[in-house]
């Protein structure tokens, strides 16, 4: 009795993590970074610059890995090999590359460990691309820091700046978002603000001019929302409408062109979106009965509806109707479910997806929801199991003669797939889904638990 109370307990325990498992995420470059409802920080993904945040190491981790032991983070952003944190001491934390003073520490070093920028403790919000990084804090007022070739630092300088830098004077900054050269930001007002390169119709402001101080596009005051992306910026209104303007190769702003903007420009007549974000040339966006849209730039599977056409308008991403964010950057991109579970899809070459190996993915497929058991994924001396991947039968084999008493099999939402209580060696998943399960050895009073992945 008392064994099969601590096996409905364990499976409780997991069932209850999964479904209030991730709080917030953010999709960087070929690299993922989300914050647990334990307030516990995770990235995967490439590792070339330190941008996992767990210090030196020589490969990319395919699997959600824990960023130290603190359990007070509330914010987090990832950028373009950069990621950035908040603590709920609204402390402000960055690592990964450092280019042109990008982190904000004063230096132009590579950090693998985060590393606290300044000592200020009201930071709120930060948003980080190729070369530079803006961020509100919690009186209204807008810093900025990094590359400012372009004036994208929006100071009204062209200098380099390796510290957080105050813009202007106001403090009714709600909302920042940097792109690839130009930064888009609200104010609490609802106007937006725009600076930096203007080449493509990247400002919105109907000519090919820099600025470099925040300059308002139009006169309108009805804005909900803005976002940056590589090459082009999207908008909601106040009313529920979607616009959009910069470069329009793939399709990316929506209009069914690939025409250039230069000013903002709506998208269909809709007026019931609640979301949107843009990454290099596509564009995803979610309504308010819950419905995923994308469009743009599809190579490699990256709108995930199955295919690798580019779209020129808004395309649903499935039927599912319980989506309530979505993050996307250069190749690939997550998002999360009412129920708190991560998706994802698109480019896999570093293990960004999450999914423990490096497949690509054309339509989104779920994240395991990560243990504290090992900050590098589930791992028992006690066992060995071989081949792991596998495409057919693993074999487990006990390295201290341990006593096996049951072998359990879960998948990454909780689910129990497969029992085994005959004493065997060998268990056949070749009949599986492809992808992570958690192999579950009960020995006695003991659970020994492995991450296997059927191929």
Same mark, same amino acid.
């Given at each position: 009795?008392?064994?099969?109370?601590?096996?409905?307990?364990?499976?409780?325990?997991?069932?209850?993590?999964?479904?209030?498992?991730?709080?917030?995420?953010?999709?960087?470059?070929?690299?993922?970074? +989300?914050?647990?409802?334990?307030? &516990? #920080?995770?990235? %995967? $993904?490439?590792?070339? *610059? !330190?941008? /996992? =945040?767990? @210090?030196?190491?020589?490969?990319?981790?395919?699997?959600?890995?824990?960023?130290?032991?603190?359990?007070?983070?509330?914010?987090?952003?990832?950028?373009?090999?950069?990621?950035? +944190?908040?603590?709920?001491?609204? &402390? #402000?934390?960055? %690592? $990964?590359?450092?280019? *042109? !003073?990008? /982190? =904000?520490? @004063?230096?132009?070093?590579?950090?693998?460990?985060?590393?606290?920028?300044?000592?200020?403790?009201?930071?709120?919000?930060?948003?980080?691309?190729?070369?530079?990084?803006?961020?509100?804090?919690?009186?209204?007022?807008?810093?900025?820091?990094? $590359?400012?070739?372009?004036?994208?630092?929006?100071?009204?300088?062209?200098?380099?700046?390796?510290?957080?830098?105050?813009?202007?004077?106001?403090?009714?900054?709600?909302?920042?978002?940097?792109?690839?050269?130009?930064?888009?930001?609200?104010?609490?007002?609802?106007?937006?603000?725009?600076?930096?390169? $203007?080449?493509?119709?990247?400002?919105?402001?109907?000519?090919?001019?820099?600025?470099?101080?925040?300059?308002?596009?139009?006169?309108?005051?009805?804005?909900?929302?803005?976002?940056?992306?590589?090459?082009?910026?999207?908008?909601?209104?106040?009313?529920?409408?979607?616009?959009?303007?910069?470069?329009?190769?793939?399709?990316?702003?929506?209009?069914?062109?690939?025409?250039?903007?230069?000013?903002?420009?709506?998208?269909?007549?809709?007026?019931?979106?609640?979301?949107?974000?843009?990454?290099?040339?596509?564009?995803?966006?979610?309504?308010?009965?819950?419905?995923?849209?994308?469009?743009?730039?599809?190579?490699?599977?990256?709108?995930?509806?199955?295919?690798?056409?580019?779209?020129?308008?808004?395309?649903?991403?499935?039927?599912?109707?319980?989506?309530?964010?979505?993050?996307?950057?250069?190749?690939?991109?997550?998002?999360?479910?009412?129920?708190?579970?991560?998706?994802?899809?698109?480019?896999?070459?570093?293990?960004?997806?999450?999914?423990?190996?490096?497949?690509?993915?054309?339509?989104?497929?779920?994240?395991?929801?990560?243990?504290?058991?090992?900050?590098?994924?589930?791992?028992?001396?006690?066992?060995?199991?071989?081949?792991?991947?596998?495409?057919?039968?693993?074999?487990?084999?006990?390295?201290?003669?341990?006593?096996?008493?049951?072998?359990?099999?879960?998948?990454?939402?909780?689910?129990?797939?497969?029992?085994?209580?005959?004493?065997?060696?060998?268990?056949?998943?070749?009949?599986?889904?492809?992808?992570?399960?958690?192999?579950?050895?009960?020995?006695?009073?003991?659970?020994?638990?492995?991450?296997?992945?059927?191929?």
């Amino acid at each position: 009795m008392k064994r099969i109370f601590t096996l409905l307990l364990i499976l409780f325990v997991i069932t209850v993590t999964n479904a209030q498992c991730w709080k917030t995420i953010s999709a960087g470059d070929l690299i993922t970074a +989300a914050i647990k409802s334990d307030g &516990t #920080l995770w990235t %995967w $993904g490439d590792y070339r *610059y !330190g941008q /996992l =945040g767990i @210090g030196a190491v020589t490969d990319d981790a395919r699997t959600p890995t824990q960023v130290g032991t603190a359990s007070d983070w509330v914010f987090v952003t990832a950028g373009w090999y950069t990621v950035f +944190a908040i603590k709920s001491n609204g &402390t #402000l934390w960055a %690592w $990964g590359q450092n280019t *042109y !003073g990008k /982190l =904000g520490d @004063g230096t132009n070093t590579d950090r693998n460990t985060p590393v606290q920028i300044g000592t200020d403790t009201n930071w709120q919000f930060v948003s980080s691309n190729s070369n530079n990084t803006a961020a509100i804090k919690t009186d209204g007022s807008l810093w900025a820091w990094g $590359g400012n070739l372009g004036g994208q630092v929006g100071d009204g300088t062209f200098t380099n700046r390796y510290a957080p830098v105050r813009i202007g004077t106001a403090n009714n900054w709600a909302s920042v978002s940097v792109g690839n050269g130009h930064t888009l930001a609200k104010r609490s007002d609802n106007t937006i603000w725009v600076w930096g390169v $203007g080449s493509d119709g990247y400002l919105g402001l109907g000519t090919v001019n820099l600025k470099n101080i925040p300059t308002q596009i139009g006169t309108s005051s009805d804005w909900r929302q803005v976002e940056a992306g590589f090459t082009h910026s999207v908008a909601i209104k106040n009313d529920g409408t979607l616009w959009a303007w910069g470069r329009n190769d793939y399709g990316q702003l929506g209009d069914g062109t690939t025409t250039l903007r230069n000013i903002p420009t709506q998208i269909g007549t809709d007026n019931d979106w609640s979301f949107v974000t843009s990454g290099d040339e596509s564009t995803y966006a979610i309504k308010t009965n819950g419905t995923l849209w994308g469009w743009g730039y599809n190579l490699n599977g990256r709108l995930g509806d199955g295919t690798t056409t580019d779209k020129h308008i808004p395309t649903q991403i499935g039927s599912n109707n319980t989506w309530k964010k979505v993050s996307k950057y250069q190749t690939h991109s997550i998002a999360l479910r009412t129920d708190d579970n991560l998706w994802a899809w698109g480019n896999n070459s570093n293990g960004q997806l999450g999914t423990g190996n490096n497949l690509n993915q054309l339509t989104p497929v779920a994240v395991a929801c990560p243990t504290t058991l090992d900050v590098r994924g589930f791992f028992t001396s006690e066992f060995s199991i071989f081949p792991n991947p596998t495409k057919g039968t693993i074999t487990i084999s006990s390295v201290e003669n341990t006593p096996v008493d049951k072998i359990e099999i879960v998948d990454i939402l909780g689910k129990t797939v497969s029992i085994k209580t005959e004493n065997t060696s060998q268990i056949d998943i070749s009949e599986f889904s492809n992808g992570i399960y958690i192999l579950k050895i009960h020995s006695g009073e003991s659970v020994f638990q492995k991450k296997i992945m059927k191929q």
